[in-house]
């Protein structure tokens, strides 16, 4: 840790492994509520607070993982002065916990955004969100309580692939909100051609608790490699609730287990793992890695014994493919017909051929997007053909071993 | 040999439709799969490719391709 850390920040703060983190606890989401929790953020120089993050360890709980300061440091040292966005655009069907975050915790949101923008050196800063009225209602009125008119509300698209960084960036700079081939990557040219600092709200909101209390104190919870807490959606007895958790924990203090054939870890972009390697799993990328998955956004949706997973995952992949931006061939002509044979097979029609196309798709548009939706996508495919083989054997024969017909994913935006 | 600088074959698959033109000029370095669209180049474009990259680029009726040059990689 560098001097300029441990001068303002102490090594070790009481409360500092207490539960929730970047929930408010209280349930008071206006600015006296937030000012009695947290108090003022410090009067802390960016490239303190760029330290800060670092010594933090903190990563982004977009999904991707990636670690927060090097993006910030890649920003910060781009040409020209830097845009940040917090990104609170959603369009993960299975995934709530932004909204959740942005709703009952604004401004240690907005704190964050002061935060990264100090970080970076922003002279723009935007908060694009999804425009549903709860939201809009509620980051209104804290953006009034702080008496703040620079950060700008952007409505975000309502699509999966919507939070996608150069997606946001094109929605920003006023277009249709669509991704855009790579390079240049959003950090070196994005919004008006400015590097861009694309960041999702709850990695954000850890930022400004780093700020606030510091890189010890931050580093109470979690793994050695994988500091901090995150927020899941969690989905079980056809509800979810939102919850706040320290990095590797195990998924069976988190989930109920006990009736269930596999575990969806990720979202529609995730993996599926099998209940016996999920009941030893623990909430990390290490952990999850070993059985092929990663945390992604903190989606984590067990599927009962009595459902099928070809069913349930052939219902996902038809909403993935019409939700390609159709943008890239391999994609706009891929997704569609793995989608078609998918539903085939899950009402058993499908042939050994079929599966064989299948299988030669999911090659096929693998890393030829402009965006890692024919990915993701294919990781969801490849998975169920994996972790459901026997009943994928099954479907071919013109038979499914589901007891129970009512879906445990959505397939509706 | 010093060290030459690399040159990439970039495909924006935005733009790209399926002419089909670069695969064409470059058999050696792309294919086109089942719907008509070029597979991924397989690492850098070799010298004697790189002036029929070029004319790839040139001609494709889009403009869905750019070659990077690279700094050396050791």
């Given at each position: 840790?560098?001097?300029t850390?441990?001068?303002?920040?102490?090594?070790?703060?009481?409360?500092?492994?207490?539960?929730?983190?970047?929930?408010?606890g209280?349930?008071r989401?206006?600015l006296?509520?937030?000012?009695?929790?947290?108090?003022?953020?410090?009067?802390?120089?960016?490239s303190?607070?760029?330290?800060?993050?670092e010594?933090?360890?903190?990563?982004?709980?977009?999904g991707?993982?990636f670690?927060?300061a090097?993006?910030w440091r890649?920003?910060?040292?781009g040409?020209?002065?830097a845009?940040v966005?917090?990104?609170a655009a959603?369009?993960?069907?299975a995934?709530?916990?932004?909204h959740?975050?942005l709703?009952?915790?604004?401004?240690?949101?907005?704190?964050?955004?002061?935060?990264?923008?100090?970080?970076?050196g922003?002279?723009?800063?935007v908060?694009?969100?999804?425009?549903?009225?709860?939201?809009?209602?509620?980051?209104?009125e804290?953006?009034?309580e702080r008496?703040?008119?620079?950060?700008?509300?952007?409505?975000?698209?309502?699509?999966?692939i919507?939070?996608?960084?150069?997606?946001?960036?094109?929605?920003?700079?006023?277009?249709?909100?669509l991704?855009r081939?790579?390079?240049?990557?959003?950090?070196?040219?994005?919004?008006?051609g400015?590097?861009t600092?694309?960041?999702?709200?709850?990695t954000?909101?850890?930022?400004?608790?780093?700020?606030?209390?510091?890189?010890?104190?931050?580093?109470?919870?979690?793994?050695?490699?994988?500091?901090?807490?995150?927020?899941l959606?969690?989905?079980?007895?056809r509800?979810?609730?939102?919850?706040?958790?320290?990095?590797?924990?195990?998924?069976?203090?988190?989930?109920?287990?006990?009736?269930?054939q596999a575990?969806?870890?990720?979202?529609?972009?995730?993996?599926w793992?099998?209940?016996?390697a999920a009941?030893?799993?623990?909430l990390?990328r290490?952990?999850?890695?070993?059985v092929?998955?990663?945390?992604?956004?903190?989606?984590?949706?067990?599927?009962?014994?009595?459902s099928?997973?070809?069913?349930?995952?052939?219902?996902?992949?038809?909403?993935?493919?019409?939700?390609?931006?159709?943008?890239?061939?391999?994609?706009l002509?891929?997704l569609?017909?793995?989608?078609l044979?998918?539903?085939a097979?899950?009402e058993?029609?499908?042939?050994?051929?079929?599966?064989?196309?299948?299988?030669?798709?999911?090659?096929?548009?693998?890393?030829r997007?402009?965006?890692?939706?024919?990915?993701?996508?294919v990781?969801?495919?490849?998975?169920?053909?994996?972790?459901?083989?026997?009943?994928?054997?099954?479907?071919?024969?013109?038979?499914?071993?589901?007891?129970?017909?009512?879906?445990i994913?959505?397939g509706?935006s | 040999m010093?060290?030459?600088?690399?040159v990439?074959?970039?495909?924006?698959?935005?733009?790209?439709?399926?002419?089909?033109?670069?695969?064409?000029?470059?058999?050696?370095?792309?294919t086109?799969?089942?719907?008509?669209y070029?597979?991924?180049?397989?690492?850098?474009v070799?010298?004697?490719?790189q002036?029929?990259?070029?004319r790839?680029?040139?001609?494709?009726?889009v403009?869905?391709?750019r070659?990077?040059?690279?700094?050396a990689?050791?």
């Amino acid at each position: 840790m560098t001097s300029t850390t441990s001068r303002h920040w102490a090594q070790t703060v009481p409360g500092s492994t207490a539960l929730p983190r970047v929930l408010a606890g209280d349930g008071r989401r206006d600015l006296p509520g937030h000012l009695a929790r947290h108090g003022q953020l410090p009067d802390v120089s960016g490239s303190a607070l760029l330290d800060a993050v670092e010594a933090a360890g903190l990563s982004g709980r977009g999904g991707a993982g990636f670690p927060t300061a090097r993006k910030w440091r890649a920003v910060a040292s781009g040409a020209g002065p830097a845009v940040v966005v917090g990104n609170a655009a959603e369009g993960e069907p299975a995934s709530s916990k932004d909204h959740v975050l942005l709703t009952t915790n604004p401004h240690l949101v907005l704190d964050g955004v002061q935060v990264a923008a100090r970080a970076v050196g922003a002279t723009r800063v935007v908060l694009y969100a999804e425009p549903d009225a709860e939201t809009w209602a509620v980051l209104g009125e804290a953006l009034r309580e702080r008496e703040d008119d620079r950060v700008e509300l952007i409505a975000a698209r309502h699509a999966f692939i919507a939070g996608e960084e150069s997606a946001v960036v094109d929605a920003v700079s006023g277009g249709p909100g669509l991704p855009r081939a790579k390079p240049p990557r959003v950090f070196e040219r994005g919004v008006d051609g400015r590097p861009t600092l694309v960041q999702n709200v709850e990695t954000l909101a850890h930022a400004a608790l780093v700020a606030h209390y510091g890189p010890g104190w931050f580093r109470a919870l979690g793994t050695d490699d994988e500091p901090g807490t995150m927020l899941l959606t969690l989905h079980g007895g056809r509800g979810r609730t939102v919850a706040e958790a320290e990095i590797g924990t195990p998924l069976v203090d988190l989930v109920d287990l006990a009736g269930a054939q596999a575990v969806l870890i990720g979202g529609y972009h995730g993996t599926w793992v099998p209940a016996d390697a999920a009941r030893s799993a623990r909430l990390s990328r290490a952990s999850l890695g070993a059985v092929g998955a990663t945390p992604g956004a903190g989606v984590v949706v067990p599927l009962p014994r009595g459902s099928c997973g070809v069913v349930e995952t052939a219902r996902v992949l038809v909403y993935l493919a019409a939700q390609s931006a159709g943008q890239c061939g391999p994609c706009l002509n891929g997704l569609p017909r793995i989608a078609l044979v998918a539903e085939a097979l899950a009402e058993g029609r499908a042939t050994p051929r079929d599966l064989a196309d299948l299988r030669r798709w999911a090659g096929l548009v693998q890393r030829r997007g402009a965006c890692a939706h024919p990915d993701g996508t294919v990781r969801l495919l490849t998975s169920a053909l994996e972790v459901f083989e026997p009943e994928v054997q099954r479907h071919l024969a013109g038979r499914c071993s589901a007891r129970d017909h009512r879906p445990i994913l959505d397939g509706r935006s | 040999m010093g060290p030459e600088p690399t040159v990439e074959l970039l495909i924006d698959r935005t733009r790209c439709v399926g002419h089909g033109s670069c695969a064409e000029l470059l058999p050696e370095l792309l294919t086109l799969d089942e719907w008509g669209y070029p597979s991924n180049p397989a690492g850098p474009v070799p010298a004697p490719l790189q002036r029929f990259a070029r004319r790839a680029v040139g001609t494709c009726p889009v403009l869905a391709l750019r070659l990077a040059e690279q700094p050396a990689r050791r």
